[in-house]
């Protein structure tokens, strides 16, 4: 789907009314739309939270302690004493209570103040306690819903069948990446930045086949073919029928299902992928300027038994270095905004401009009375004088 577009960045016209400044209609910056918290959203690596542990956890510059009880469950306070603001996450494991490291007040599980060990008789009534998060483990990850704790219980947490599957082995990424979350889903759907790997995978030629919009979501599928230069044994690797040595033009796609991403590539007649990849961007500071890439990479073991195994570290070789160019590029996209104090950005590919609307439109104003984009002139730039059609775009036309 492709609508016209009718702002410098490419919003589409007949988006929400939170994706706009009430006051003039303006269209708000991209960069400046907070991620929607009413998700499930990963903020530590299961392995991480250790059992009677602290871990300092944050979602969007709210700093979170999480902390794994006696009886292996986690649980996700505000980190921050109701006494005296200190950390919980440097407080002490009891049983499943967490005790802060200070004045000794202790916590349950739900927030609630459990003790106060030197409280006199009589004395005021304290404090409740903390906010809880609603917390859930799953794929090695532990995810919190930081919205309205009445929306978790019916909000789902991803489907990702592949993890469970005996057939997939699953390599995790935690890392941070020094951009707002939305340069993260744009360089992942525009497959037209194969330029920047050449060096580690030679001449890729993606074509476009088609793509689909709706207001949660873009797919896009791309054909690659390798047009020339070094091949990638790591790249070769993913896909485990090329381990076997016979390969077939690789169908990709992707898709930005808000707030999440996933990358998968189904041989015909397949019922799940040779691989996939699934993505979140976890914001860490309030600015959002700064994000926390939870990744799981899911990858089908070829029929060679241990063949995975051999193949593993080159695999991760592999996208550890596409990963290292990506974040370049994002890296340097997010100093040139704020550089420039708002999106001067020229997009030309219509699927881009969608799913622009569609984190738009998704997310949540970043915080009351933030600036919005200032006016074109400050850009020196104007609208391109055309949009793109699609049909440039697909099957290279
Ligand atoms: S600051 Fe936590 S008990 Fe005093
Ligand atoms: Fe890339």
Not at 207 to 219: I, N, R
Request: a neutral charge; hydrophobic letters at 35%; aromatic letters at 10%.
């Amino acid at each position: 789907m492709f609508e016209a577009i009718s702002a410098k960045d490419g919003t589409i016209a007949g988006g929400p009314d939170h994706s706009r400044d009430h006051h003039s209609g303006a269209v708000t910056d991209l960069r400046r739309i907070g991620i929607n918290p009413n998700f499930w959203y990963p903020v530590a690596v299961s392995t991480s939270v250790r059992k009677e542990k602290t871990f300092a956890a944050t979602f969007a510059g709210e700093r979170i302690a999480l902390y794994r009880g006696n009886s292996g469950t986690v649980y996700a306070l505000e980190d921050r004493c109701a006494h005296r603001q200190v950390p919980l996450s440097m407080g002490v494991v009891e049983g499943d209570t967490l005790r802060c490291c200070y004045h000794a007040w202790a916590y349950r599980g739900n927030g609630r103040i459990s003790q106060i060990p030197y409280l006199p008789r009589g004395a005021a009534r304290p404090p409740r306690g903390v906010r809880a998060y609603p917390v859930r483990e799953a794929y090695g990850l532990v995810f919190v819903f930081p919205g309205d704790p009445q929306q978790a219980v019916t909000t789902a947490l991803p489907e990702l069948p592949e993890f469970d599957s005996a057939k997939h082995k699953t390599m995790t990424f935690s890392r941070t990446v020094r951009c707002h979350y939305s340069f993260m889903h744009e360089n992942l759907l525009d497959m037209n930045h194969q330029f920047l790997h050449r060096g580690v995978v030679g001449r890729i030629q993606p074509k476009l086949l088609g793509y689909d919009t709706d207001p949660q979501s873009v797919e896009a599928r791309y054909l690659f073919t390798h047009a020339g230069g070094k091949k990638n044994r790591g790249a070769g690797l993913l896909a485990a029928k090329n381990i076997g040595g016979t390969t077939s033009p690789d169908v990709i796609t992707i898709r930005t299902v808000y707030p999440y991403q996933t990358l998968q590539l189904v041989p015909e007649n397949a019922e799940l992928p040779a691989f996939s990849l699934w993505v979140a961007y976890v914001p860490e500071d309030a600015e959002q300027q700064t994000n926390h890439v939870y990744g799981l990479l899911m990858i089908e073991k070829p029929p060679v038994p241990g063949a995975i195994h051999l193949a593993w570290p080159l695999i991760r070789r592999f996208t550890e270095r596409v990963f290292a160019e990506d974040r370049m590029a994002v890296e340097a996209e997010q100093r040139a905004w704020n550089e420039q104090g708002e999106d001067c950005n020229h997009e030309v590919f219509p699927l881009i401009l969608d799913v622009r609307h569609v984190l738009r439109t998704n997310g949540v104003p970043l915080r009351a009375g933030s600036a919005l984009c200032g006016a074109a002139a400050f850009c020196g730039s104007s609208p391109p004088a055309s949009t793109p059609r699609l049909a440039e775009f697909v099957n290279g036309g």
